[in-house]
């Protein structure tokens, strides 16, 4: 991706965010400027990696394949430092712009439609070797109601409608066409983008930047350690 193409995907970010009312904590709108002055006070936002994250899963086709996130709070699996046992993000999930096939073998989630469109949520259970068991049925909750339904079963999860999400539960989603973009919430046990995401079919996690222009907002894999 492009650097002028991820600042503008982070500006419409932005925008939308406010258009639900939906207030961030100071350091997201922090310019690389200002991280310049950052010292190890920061040191919780720098290692537990809150803030901005957009990824295209190294595919190159961020409008298909693709997602916006911000990391809001974070505890951290690997530092004790860190004794919060819960994360919190936003996402935005664009019209048929899938987030692919993947597991969490830690991390437990709700995912939550926050506001705008429909959004799309596909289960399939693994395997004990971690492959997509493409023949079980899956039994979830949704907000607070049990269902078990066949895999491969596509969830319409309206505005206030949530999904718990177990370790172990393949999910992939997206934003229904004809309905716009959906704000989506996350909340969750500890995240780690680096070691906890298994996805179905091999690819990247953050991607590639070409710098075409100064960054609008560092992203969360993007911020240097302090002096």
């Given at each position: 991706m492009k650097r002028s193409e991820v600042n503008a995907i982070l500006r419409d970010?932005?925008?939308?965010?406010k258009e639900h009312h939906f207030e961030l904590p100071p350091f997201a709108a922090w310019t690389a400027q200002?991280?310049?002055?950052?010292?190890?006070?920061?040191?919780?936002?720098?290692?537990?990696?809150?803030?901005?994250?957009?990824?295209?899963?190294?595919?190159?086709?961020?409008?298909?394949?693709?997602?916006?996130?911000v990391t809001i709070r974070n505890g951290n699996q690997n530092n004790d430092k860190y004794r919060k046992p819960y994360?919190?993000?936003?996402?935005?999930?664009?019209?048929?712009?899938?987030?692919?096939?993947?597991f969490h073998w830690y991390k437990m989630e709700d995912i939550i439609n926050r506001?705008?469109?429909?959004?799309?949520m596909q289960l399939y259970l693994s395997t004990p070797d971690g492959t997509l068991d493409k023949d079980s049925p899956v039994t979830v909750v949704s907000d607070g109601v049990r269902l078990t339904v066949a895999a491969g079963t596509v969830?319409?999860?309206?505005?206030?409608?949530?999904?718990?999400?177990?370790?172990?539960?393949?999910?992939a989603?997206?934003?229904?066409?004809?309905?716009?973009?959906?704000?989506?919430?996350?909340?969750?046990?500890?995240?780690?983008?680096?070691?906890?995401?298994?996805?179905c079919e091999p690819m990247g996690r953050f991607p590639e930047i070409e710098e075409d222009e100064e960054p609008y907002r560092l992203l969360c894999n993007e911020y240097s350690a302090a002096d």
């Open positions: 970010a932005e925008q939308f965010i200002d991280w310049q002055s950052k010292g190890h006070e920061c040191d919780e936002i720098r290692d537990n990696m809150l803030g901005w994250d957009i990824t295209d899963y190294g595919l190159g086709r961020f409008d298909e394949v693709g997602l916006v996130l994360a919190e993000k936003l996402l935005i999930s664009r019209e048929n712009q899938v987030c692919p096939m993947h506001g705008g469109g429909v959004l799309m969830l319409e999860l309206r505005p206030g409608q949530s999904v718990t999400l177990t370790q172990g539960m393949y999910h989603f997206w934003a229904k066409e004809g309905g716009g973009r959906v704000l989506i919430g996350e909340v969750s046990q500890c995240n780690d983008d680096n070691t906890d995401n298994r996805f």
